[in-house]
């Protein structure tokens, strides 16, 4: 099997494909093969990062700055669940994805399991012939009218086939599809399954059911976790011409967008005032509320139910698309201007330095603000407090000047 490697931000390659990886490339939403002729096609990058694999080629599609693997876990978990412990994932990064995300899954389940399968209480719905638990009055009285038996109930059981064992068994069986993970992996990965054999299988396109973390289920944490990232973010599964086929597909601009907002809000909850994700204002007059035009910062920090500061995360600036920078900072001189704040943060993906730049002609502030994700999850959030820090700062400046 081939391996094709490409970096998100680059133009693409040129290279062999059979019809049926060209035409799964293609919907898988990782990149876009265009036909040359005599067999070859030009693989391009469409902004999400990745991995396809079939029987024939594999394409890997990386993060610009080559994130590892459990960085990219770690900002995929952070916005779902605050405080996933990135550590938890046991990849080794020199790894290539498949392998990493099989061996991660394997071992966390094996920790999982060790004591023995997960049990709880799961209520149950029935038609039966005796009292068990309570007696469903409304549906006993609509769907058997006048008749005794048989008794609509509903009771409580104490049951291995709970939400946390479906997902296990879910991600379990979606790692086990994926072509040519290699086999003692494989063999592992059965085995952890079949432990689960009891539990009710996950019908293929079915959202996820609901769990909620306690001290009942915290041995199971850390690889749900995993596992609802495996489930949300891959396929696995016959393809064209019964290829098998395998897919792991992420969009690391909203990736990084969602984590922004989320660690953003919980360090700004130490101060005053309140953070609103995706906030809508009005950014131009009209007689009609059809014609008006409106902006939608990432993030706006409300004191007193009125706006103070905008912030924007940007993981692709307008640099990397060989775009002058000056668009980005347009768009957040129009969320000044419509908001009536002065200075908004401009939260980019890379490392360097704060900058300050003042909008001539106008009071206007737009303060670019790194966020180096090749750090250590602690660093990440450690700077994602000092922005919170700083940016407070310059609202209680700009009210001091004020008065």
Not at 376 to 399: F, K, N, T
Request: charged share 25%; hydrophobic share 45%.
């Amino acid at each position: 099997m081939r391996h094709l490697v490409l970096d998100e931000l680059s133009g693409g390659i040129v290279d062999t494909l059979d019809a049926a990886s060209a035409a799964f490339l293609n919907t898988s939403g990782l990149a876009k093969a265009s036909p040359m002729g005599m067999g070859l096609y030009r693989i391009e990058p469409v902004g999400k990062v990745g991995s396809v694999r079939t029987s024939t080629v594999q394409l890997d599609v990386r993060p610009k700055d080559r994130l590892g693997l459990s960085r990219l876990l770690f900002l995929l978990s952070y916005a779902g669940n605050q405080g996933f412990r990135p550590d938890s994932v046991a990849a080794v990064e020199d790894r290539e994805l498949w392998s990493a995300l099989a061996e991660s899954l394997a071992q966390l389940a094996e920790r999982a399991l060790g004591r023995g399968v997960l049990q709880g209480y799961l209520t149950v719905d029935e038609s039966l012939r005796t009292v068990k638990g309570r007696i469903r009055i409304s549906d006993q009285i609509s769907r058997r009218p006048g008749m005794l038996v048989p008794l609509e109930v509903s009771y409580d059981e104490f049951t291995e086939d709970i939400a946390e064992n479906r997902i296990l068994r879910a991600a379990l069986e979606r790692m086990g599809q994926v072509p040519r993970v290699r086999p003692e992996v494989l063999s592992r990965l059965r085995q952890l399954k079949g432990k689960l054999d009891a539990v009710t299988r996950l019908s293929a396109g079915a959202p996820l059911p609901p769990w909620k973390p306690s001290r009942m289920n915290v041995r199971y944490h850390a690889v749900l976790r995993l596992a609802e990232l495996v489930l949300r973010n891959s396929s696995a599964e016959a393809g064209e011409g019964r290829q098998q086929t395998a897919s792991f597909v992420v969009d690391m601009a909203q990736v990084f967008e969602d984590f922004v907002g989320t660690a953003l809000r919980e360090a700004l909850a130490a101060y005053p005032g309140e953070l609103r994700l995706k906030y809508n204002a009005i950014l131009s007059e009209a007689v009609r509320d059809s014609d008006r035009l409106s902006v939608r910062p990432d993030a706006v920090h409300l004191l007193g139910g009125r706006p103070v500061v905008a912030y924007n995360a940007k993981y692709k600036a307008a640099t990397d698309l060989g775009a002058s920078l000056s668009a980005d900072h347009y768009q957040m001189l129009a969320y000044c201007t419509a908001l009536g704040v002065p200075t908004a943060w401009l939260v980019y993906a890379g490392s360097g330095e704060v900058k300050l730049r003042r909008i001539l002609n106008t009071d206007i502030d737009i303060v670019e603000f790194p966020l180096d994700l090749s750090r250590p999850p602690s660093d990440i959030l450690a700077a994602v407090s000092d922005l919170a820090w700083q940016s407070w700062g310059e609202v209680v400046r700009a009210a001091r000047e004020g008065t």
